[in-house]
């Protein structure tokens, strides 16, 4: 006779979708790793009065139905459990989120002008603690996945870029389609390659493909290409090594050359010697690109 399934995965598993639950039931000692996670919450918020039950359904709700065991064994637990509590609009969770995440925003995004950061964080305040019309509050929408610390700096990072673009700090904003794809390779020659009626397929082609790539992979060009972080810096937003940082910017790249080509070939009549030729001023062009593409 098989005893019955422990408190905590159990009601876990009470919460997610037959599929999940059952990827989630392979997890080697379930029940020793969400104490753990349980336990490293309540250590590092001790004055949260969230209950378990309402933490453990915030955490399933955040689980994918494909990678659910890696995503619960390196889950950020402790900033879940605030990202709750925020979301619950608990007075010491919101005092918590504004003194260890928010005021560190402007330390890590001090490559920005000041007064853009603290607009930025102004109304990231308003987005992400405010529940409005029945809709809850944003912070809700965080997974776990990676540092909140990091997930607040990105939007923060996005918001003074949108705030600095309406204020026409951000020249390329305003450019044609023609003047991004000459901001690929102003003077080149091999330009010529494409029709002048292509040129604005180009563009069209680079900012679908931005689109799909994951948005950490999109986050990370962003800040390296548009705000110009360097590797170092991007290892203190996302609390990684700056080699790990560094392996995947250059992943992110990559992705989105082969995404380029893939759907260039498709969209263009050029030969296989055309197409990589042009991939090639792509690639060595690529922050100029990016700088006007990702505003």
């Known amino acids: 006779m098989t005893s019955p399934p422990a408190p905590l995965a159990a009601r876990l598993r009470a919460e997610l979708s037959p599929r999940t639950a059952a990827l989630v039931d392979a997890v080697e000692s379930l029940e020793a790793l969400l104490e753990r996670h349980v336990a490293s919450a309540r250590e590092t918020w001790p004055g949260l009065t969230l209950d378990v039950p309402t933490f ?3 955490l399933a709700r955040h689980l994918p139905d494909e990678n659910a065991p890696e995503v619960l064994r390196q889950l950020h637990a402790s900033d ?5 509590a925020c979301a619950t609009g608990e007075e010491a969770a919101l005092l918590g989120f504004e003194h260890h995440v928010l005021r560190r925003i402007p330390d890590r995004l001090h490559a920005l002008p000041r007064d853009l950061v603290d607009e930025a964080l102004q109304r990231l305040r308003e987005q992400l ?5 029945g809709v809850p509050a944003k912070i809700s929408t965080y997974s776990g996945r990676g540092p909140l610390l990091a997930w607040v700096t990105i939007s923060a990072a996005r918001l ?12 390329a904003a305003d450019k044609s389609a023609e003047s991004y794809v000459q901001l690929l390779a102003p003077g080149d020659p091999e330009l010529e390659l494409l029709r002048k009626d292509s ?4 563009v069209e082609v680079l900012r679908k493909v931005l689109a799909a790539l994951p948005g950490p992979e999109r986050a990370l060009l962003r800040l390296h290409h548009l705000h110009g972080y360097s590797m170092t810096q991007l290892a203190t937003v996302f609390g990684e090594s ?9 992943l992110a790249r990559e992705r989105l050359l082969k995404l380029t080509r893939t759907e260039l070939a498709s969209r263009l009549q050029l030969d296989d010697t055309q197409l990589e030729s042009f991939l090639g001023l792509i690639r060595s062009r690529l922050d100029l690109s990016l700088s006007g593409l990702m505003v």
């Open 56 to 58: 453990l359904q915030h």
């Open 80 to 84: 879940l459990y605030l990202a709750c």
């Open 129 to 133: 603690l405010l529940g409005r019309d």
């Open 160 to 171: 003074a870029s949108q705030l600095a673009g309406r204020e026409g700090q951000h020249l």
């Open 199 to 202: 040129r604005a397929v180009v």
């Open 242 to 250: 700056r080699s790990g940082v560094a392996r995947r910017v250059l």
